[in-house]
């Protein structure tokens, strides 16, 4: 059917006025944030195609097609540092750069920032020794190697509960033997290495383990509803004997370290998810333009009204929560409540603005023709990955009673 055209309607706020210099965003944010719109519409859009969700090697094919065009525009790695080849963006004006690129599933591998390869160099830069910058963070951020993080186990092992970890590693001459069971491990097919969380007689501990050694086994990609352009795959250690030098950062600090990742990564996977439910009232709105319905178009309808406006409340509110919460991980501070916090809301708020903009647009949103059923699957993993909001909510309670934090 004939709609506006998303670009039409993206086209009527790229000024950005909330992104001034005098706000405290880089001078050039919302030009740059403009040629990433650009690079979403011409490049990646014209691109999509559902077929892609599960057939990772057409996906990696494409992103090596990709990444070359993201270096000429000069959009490649917008969250990787300078010294690595990226554009090294602090957190803050990153969120406008990911929301532009969240409205492609594209986009986001398209210029190598989508999870987990996003996150895991940023902990690399923080965590890698000289070795092993060479060997694993250098051709990651160049794009020519792929990693996954390996933290999550079927029962009884660790869950939502890290405590539960099993996997273990010993000492053995000169190295390490780790034995476990992992899944919904991202990013594991095609993954040149996988960071594992791994317990050792000091504590959680983080190693570097080569997929190609014999002892890591990856048993399955595991089909899940949705979940954007990755495989979520089972992996079994059986007596993986790595090096004394594959561990990432200290013996037993690898919870520690892992909150490195895990609150910038929980912020990050909030701008993406914005630009794709942004993605979805725009689909929303064109058609409630066009479309008529007992003789007047959809749009004018209170009822459908009050369904847009409450996408432009929830994702307006998404934005300022995930913004304080960069601005507050740019200035070094600890975010572990606000961050948890953030992350509740906006998984929430990203799949009620989908589901609106899906009902609006009847059997259309229903249909992979309007992106939409694409979007709602892709949705639905974010209140559960990095945290469910459930044990969030837990912890967040249990901290404001303890430090009877006001809200
Ligand atoms: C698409 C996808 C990608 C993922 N990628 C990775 C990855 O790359 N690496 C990795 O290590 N892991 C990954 N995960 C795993 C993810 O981190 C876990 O799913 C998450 O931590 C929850 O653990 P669980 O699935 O074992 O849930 P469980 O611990 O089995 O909990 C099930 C449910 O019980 C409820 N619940 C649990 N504990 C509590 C509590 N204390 N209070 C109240 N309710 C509770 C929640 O509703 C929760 O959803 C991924 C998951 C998905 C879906």
């Known amino acids: 059917m004939p709609v506006h055209s998303p670009v039409e309607l993206a086209e ?9 210099p005098a706000l405290g965003y880089s001078d050039n944010l919302r030009e740059l944030r403009e040629r990433y719109r650009r690079f979403i519409e011409e490049v990646c859009r014209p691109r999509e195609d559902p077929a892609w969700i599960h057939d990772i090697p057409a996906q990696d094919a494409l992103f090596a097609e990709l990444r070359p065009i993201a270096r000429e525009w000069g959009l490649y790695g917008p969250m990787i540092p300078v010294s690595l080849g990226g554009l090294g963006l602090n957190l ?19 210029v190598h920032a989508a999870a987990p390869d996003e996150t895991n160099i940023a902990m690399l830069d923080k965590l890698a020794t000289p070795a092993q910058r060479e060997r694993y963070l250098t051709p990651l951020a160049e794009g020519r190697a792929r990693s996954c993080y390996a933290m999550t186990e079927p029962s009884p092992g660790a869950g939502s509960d890290p405590s539960m970890l099993r996997t273990t590693a010993r000492r053995d001459a000169g190295g390490w033997i780790i034995d476990g069971h992992k899944w919904f491990i991202s990013g594991a ?3 040149h290495f996988a960071i594992v969380m791994a317990r050792t007689d000091e504590g959680p501990t983080m190693f570097l383990v080569d997929a190609d050694n014999p002892g890591f086994e990856l048993v399955r990609d595991i089909a899940c509803v949705g979940a954007s352009l990755s495989s979520h795959c089972e992996i079994r250690l059986n007596a993986c004997r790595i090096p ?17 990742r895990l609150e910038p990564a929980r912020i990050t996977h909030c701008m993406r998810y914005i630009g794709l439910a942004r993605r979805a009232t725009e689909v929303a709105q064109s058609y409630v333009a066009q479309r008529n319905s007992f003789g007047t178009p959809l749009g004018e309808n209170a009822l459908v009204q009050s369904l847009i406006a409450d996408n432009h409340i929830d994702l307006h509110a998404a934005r300022l929560t995930t913004w304080h919460v960069a601005a507050q991980v740019d200035l070094g501070m600890s975010v572990k409540h606000e961050s948890a916090m953030a992350k509740v809301f906006v998984s929430e708020a990203v799949n009620r603005a989908v589901d609106r903009a899906l009902q609006v647009c009847g059997a259309f949103g ?6 939409l059923g694409m979007l709602y699957q892709n949705v639905r993993a974010f209140r559960i990955i990095d945290g469910a909001s459930e044990v969030h909510r837990v912890a967040i309670a249990k901290r404001a009673l303890r430090r009877q934090v006001s809200p």
């Open 12 to 20: 009527l706020d790229v000024t950005h006025p909330e992104l001034s």
């Open 92 to 110: 803050r004006d990153g969120a406008a750069v990911l929301e532009e690129l969240g409205r492609s599933p594209l986009g986001p591998g398209a």
């Open 189 to 191: 097919v095609g993954a």
């Open 244 to 260: 004394d030098d594959a561990v990432l950062g200290e013996v037993g600090q690898g919870f520690a370290h892992a909150q490195l």
């Open 366 to 371: 229903i249909s992979y023709e309007s992106q």
